[in-house]
């Protein structure tokens, strides 16, 4: 009998490929900036959705910008994969949050791929391709030839990636869009998005499974390729701090809406861009966390806090990410890990 993989085996990937990776620090995402704001539904979110941020009360949020990458020294300069994670403050004093980032799929279906794609990422060196498998099955199983490298070289990365995604369609999508990222002049001119779908219920008690991204209100603005060299390790957060001395940073989250066929558990597969889209409401950034001795890279941020009226799909990657993100948030001695300890607010 096939014995589940566990989040700790799944973390211990994670960690393989993070060189020079800091003690007390979180394994992906590693550079990041805490803001604060809050979040206002849109006059038809309610009807949609029973969740208490979409009943038109402003609700406060604490977030945080980052880099996709584990990489130690900052490189807001490089092309990445941007997070936002925003955790809304409920009137309960419970926190719900959603995680999102610039890629609109994510490269794994089950646990067991995901260990597999962890270990395309790990350093290793090459192995020729056997005769039998050039010649014989990967002609027979309309396989296209992974790119050739020669033997002995060490690859990592994307490269490594790359040559799985050659026999492996479920990681391809990930794998492309990861390779055209952008570096965006800011964390307010790119789009994210939430990837997973969840299950919004509505006050008839419809259930409907969707899909959350976050929309720049200012448009998705990339840095033109001439212009990257002469931007600093670290121009992002100068760029948020003078942004929100001026003004704030807008979001609209929107709500696509599956139909009967469209992927539910799998979070490599995205759904047709003509689908029924909601306008759910905005999201305000309009200070630095600091400026309220608000310390966001010790909060836990988990794709699996959600408030009542939200539900995971059955999704297997969301649901690891639940526990996933609890075991790194305790390992980096952070504060509000655990997922569900009865309440209590990170504000
Ligand atoms: C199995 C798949 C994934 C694994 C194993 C994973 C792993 C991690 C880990 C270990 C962290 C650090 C958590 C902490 O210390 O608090 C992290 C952070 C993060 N991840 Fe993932 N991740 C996965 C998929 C995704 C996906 C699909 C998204 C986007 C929807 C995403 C978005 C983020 C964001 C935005 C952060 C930063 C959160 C913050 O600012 O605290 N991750 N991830």
Known sequence: MHQEITAAQMLDAFKKDAPGHAADTRWAHTHGLGVLGHFVASDVAREFCIAEPFQ????????????????????????????????????????????????????????????????????????????????????????????????????????????????????????????????????????????????????????RPVRFSWQPVDGVFPVPADQIAAKATDFLTTEMRARLTRSAAQFTLKMAIGDPGDAVNDPSRSWPVTRRTINMGTLFIDRLAEEDQVDVEQLSFNPMRLPAGIEASGDEILRARGEIYQLGCQERRGMGCPLHSGGGSTR
């Open 56 to 207: 038109g009360r402003p609700i406060p949020v604490t977030a945080r910008f980052s880099n996709g990458s584990s990489d130690p020294e900052r490189h807001d300069e490089r092309p990445d994969t941007r997070g936002l994670a925003v955790k809304f403050h409920l009137a309960d004093a419970a926190d719900c949050d959603l995680l999102s980032m610039t890629l609109s799929v994510f490269g794994s279906t089950t646990r067991e791929d995901f260990l597999d794609v962890a270990a395309a990422f790990v350093p290793k060196p090459v192995q020729p391709a056997s005769w039998i498998r050039q010649h014989i099955l990967d002609p027979l199983m309309l396989r296209s030839p992974p790119p050739p490298l020669p033997p002995g070289v060490t690859i990592s990365g994307g490269p490594g990636l790359a040559q799985y995604a050659g026999s492996h369609p479920f990681v391809r999508a990930f794998t492309i869009e990861a390779g055209l990222s952008q570096v965006p002049v800011s964390w307010a001119r790119t789009a994210y998005h939430a990837v997973h779908t969840f299950v919004a219920i509505a006050p008839d008690g419809e259930r």
